[in-house]
């Protein structure tokens, strides 16, 4: 069975930080991303990496946020510094499927085949 859990959200003011996680099971998977979703806006994919470690980011977040891992823990995560109010959504972690990262060259974009429950970021100013 498949679980992606994340946890570490929570409200902070503008200019903190916060470190959301996402201990995942039952999964091997090569691309992992960190997703946004704020009421009444589309969902952003914010970081996506590989098992290599190669990253990526949305314009929205590069240079204050950081996408990490532990393969041995089987842990995704995201560090996320000098928030910003429109940083304040729901943050969900989710897997691509295993073929994505070679057929596209990349882990950001596609589908996404498995998902958190997701955990909440608010920024207040």
């Known amino acids: 069975q498949v679980q992606l859990v994340e946890s570490g959200g929570g409200s902070v003011q503008a200019g903190g930080s916060l470190r959301v996680s996402c201990a995942t099971s039952?999964?091997?998977?090569?691309?992992m991303s960190w997703f946004r979703q704020a009421p009444r806006k589309e969902r952003e994919e914010v970081a996506a990496i590989d098992t290599a470690g190669m990253f990526s980011y949305a314009v929205s977040v590069e240079g204050r946020f950081t996408i990490s891992q532990d393969i041995t823990k089987n842990i995704l995560y995201l560090q996320m510094n000098s928030l910003k109010p429109e940083d304040t959504a729901m943050y969900y972690c989710?897997?691509?499927?295993?073929?994505?990262?070679?057929?596209?060259?990349?882990?950001?974009?596609?589908?996404?085949?498995?998902w958190g429950q997701g955990t909440q970021v608010t920024v207040s100013s």
């Open positions: 989710a897997a691509k499927p295993l073929g994505w990262a070679a057929a596209s060259g990349r882990c950001s974009g596609g589908e996404s085949n498995y």
């Open positions: 039952g999964y091997t998977y090569t691309c």
